[in-house]
């Protein structure tokens, strides 16, 4: 595969380690004879390192065959995170470190989440676009504020601070970008 082709969530092989794509970034040339780069950030699944590497559109990059299955998100204990296999009932742990940016937006009823599964081992996951959380703690609303006014922060029931319109109080359901951590709209 081309690293022009690449995509977040995929798993390279890369040395013989695999490596979860976590960010991907394209750099355009500054020239006409430059070439585009794509700039990789991600993490070795087995030695949980992160990983940085920028790669040329051209260039030949070899990925890790692997199965989405569709899964629920059960529980967090010290050995990590558990999801259960919606077809199976088979249950995978992976460890907090590797869900580091998911865990802000994981909450126990939450559907559409994918696993990536290869010989048996879950090897990261993927969110839905949206996820819909409550705000538990921000200022007080204002009744006088319009859809287009002012934002403020607020924490989410995961932790997750995001900025919101001034007229959303504690309590209220709000729909969350899973990519960009921003605030949509109202559940």
């Not at 979860?20 to 970034?25: A, G, S």
């Not at 998100?73 to 940016?101: I, N, R, W």
């Amino acid at each position: 595969m081309k690293a022009s082709d690449l995509k977040k969530g995929q798993v390279l092989d890369i040395d013989g380690r695999n490596i979860l794509v976590r960010e991907l970034e394209v750099q355009s040339p500054s020239s006409r004879s430059g070439s585009t780069l794509y700039k990789v950030r991600g993490i070795d699944i087995v030695a949980k390192q992160k990983y940085e590497n920028r790669f040329k559109g051209d260039e030949n990059i070899q990925t890790v065959d692997f199965g989405r299955r569709a899964v629920q998100y059960l529980y967090q204990d010290a050995d990590g995170c558990t999801f259960m296999d919606k077809e199976t009932f088979e249950q995978y742990t992976l460890g907090s470190d590797v869900l580091e940016e998911e865990l802000r937006y994981l909450t126990e009823d939450l559907d559409g989440i994918v696993a990536m599964i290869a010989d048996g081992v879950i090897l990261g996951i993927v969110l839905p676009a949206t996820v819909v959380l409550e705000i538990t703690e921000t200022a007080p609303g204002m009744k006088a504020a319009s859809a287009s006014s002012r934002t403020k922060p607020a924490t989410l029931s995961t932790g997750l601070v995001v900025q919101v319109p001034e007229y959303l109080t504690s309590g209220e359901v709000i729909k969350v970008n899973s990519t960009s951590g921003e605030y949509i709209s109202r559940a």
